[in-house]
């Protein structure tokens, strides 16, 4: 069974940085796809970067690719996700995604292509 932990997040001024991690365990895959995504109030999902293990493709989507950075490990399953210059827009639940395996049945910033889901940490930023 996939178990997902996430670490990071809090509250910080504009401007600001924070970095949000998230390991993975309990899969047998020898490739996975990992991701962040966030959540605003009453809004659906949105991924703000992911990777596949297999080759380090890397997607972060234009919104915050000047500000947010994504990493992997050398172990291949902790996603660290480092975001830069924060706005109070940021604010939003973050959310790890993961998916074992070589293909999604989406993109990869899509959440509909992940099956397992870590329980949401928290982004505040004040201005």
């Known amino acids: 069974q996939v178990q997902l932990v996430e670490s990071g997040g809090g509250s910080v001024q504009a401007g600001g940085s924070l970095r949000l991690s998230c390991t993975a365990s309990g899969y047998t895959h020898s490739t996975a796809y990992i991701a962040w995504f966030r959540e605003f109030s009453g809004k659906d999902r949105e991924g703000v970067a992911a990777?596949?293990?297999?080759?380090?493709?890397?997607k972060i989507p234009h919104s915050v690719k000047d500000r947010f950075t994504a990493s992997l490990d050398n172990a291949g399953n902790t996603l660290t996700l480092q975001m830069n210059n924060l706005k109070p827009e940021d604010t939003a639940m973050y959310y790890c995604?993961?998916?074992?395996?070589?293909?999604?049945?989406?993109?990869?910033?899509?959440?509909?292509?992940?099956?397992?889901w870590g329980k949401g940490t928290q982004v505040t930023v004040s201005s």
């Open positions: 990777i596949y293990t297999g080759s380090g493709d890397t």
């Open positions: 995604a993961f998916e074992p395996g070589r293909s999604l049945p989406g993109t990869m910033l899509a959440p509909e292509s992940y099956r397992n």
